[in-house]
């Protein structure tokens, strides 16, 4: 049974570039979520997917978009980057009807110098 | 706005010892989830309740929703090695099932 998957796992970005990051839920789960989590903090809900469309946002600034495939997996964009966007990016997937268990991808950590 | 608690903040532990750690929150959650967080890697699923009251165990793991909704115990049993690591509690924000907040963390590190 495959687990969330995510990619790249690591990246390096310079100020002001955009980055797209990309997530393969849990098989047979049809909802994706995104956080992110700084350095010594627990993680902070971005947006959630589901049926292709954004349902739930947390207080991220509209450079944070995203986007979820018919297959289910998703993507997350970052515009404009700056420095405190540095940290670990989490995708968590989870079935709708029960949208609070949700399971964990292994993250992608981005570096913006 | 909601906030979860979480003590203590950190522990050491000495393999065979028994560990407890809590979440609290000035609301009410109608679900706890507690995950486990190794170096570099996502938050793994520990245990997941549902009810007020509700007491659930996984191997050595078990964890009990608090019957005021506002709170959340995690105990680990005989504790080993790999038990390292930092332990989120975490619940669904307001009315949203999907927005979960967490916890700062309780780091679990193994006594010198």
């Known amino acids: 049974d495959a687990g969330v998957t995510q990619s790249p796992t690591h990246l390096i970005k310079t100020r002001g570039q955009q980055v797209t990051l990309r997530c393969s839920p849990k098989?047979?789960?049809?909802?994706v979520s995104w956080y992110q989590q700084a350095l010594g903090q627990g993680p902070q809900f971005i947006f959630q997917?589901?049926?292709?469309?954004?349902?739930q946002r947390g207080n991220f600034p509209d450079r944070f978009s995203g986007h979820q495939f018919p297959n289910y997996s998703s993507e997350l964009n970052v515009n404009a980057l700056l420095l405190g966007d540095s940290a670990l990016y989490l995708c968590?997937?989870?079935?709708?009807?029960?949208?609070?268990?949700?399971?964990f991808g292994p993250g992608t950590r981005l570096l913006v110098l | 706005g909601q906030q979860l608690n979480q003590s203590p903040q950190s522990m050491f532990i000495q393999e065979g010892e028994d560990v407890s750690m809590n979440c609290t929150s000035s609301?009410?959650?109608?679900?706890w989830l507690w995950y486990k967080q190794d170096p570099g890697e996502g938050p793994v699923l520990l245990i997941a309740l549902y009810k007020a009251g509700e007491l659930t165990s996984n191997g050595r793991l078990t964890a009990q929703f608090g019957i005021t909704r506002k709170d959340s115990f995690l105990n680990i049993s005989a504790s080993i090695p790999s038990d390292v690591g930092i332990y989120f509690c975490a619940g669904p924000y307001g009315g949203s099932q999907g927005n979960l907040i967490f916890g700062k963390g309780t780091k679990l590190s193994v006594k010198p």
């Open positions: 609301s009410i959650f109608n679900t």
């Open positions: 098989s047979g789960h049809d909802t």
């Open positions: 968590a997937s989870s079935f709708q009807v029960s949208q609070e268990t949700q399971y």
């Open positions: 997917y589901y049926e292709e469309e954004e349902r």
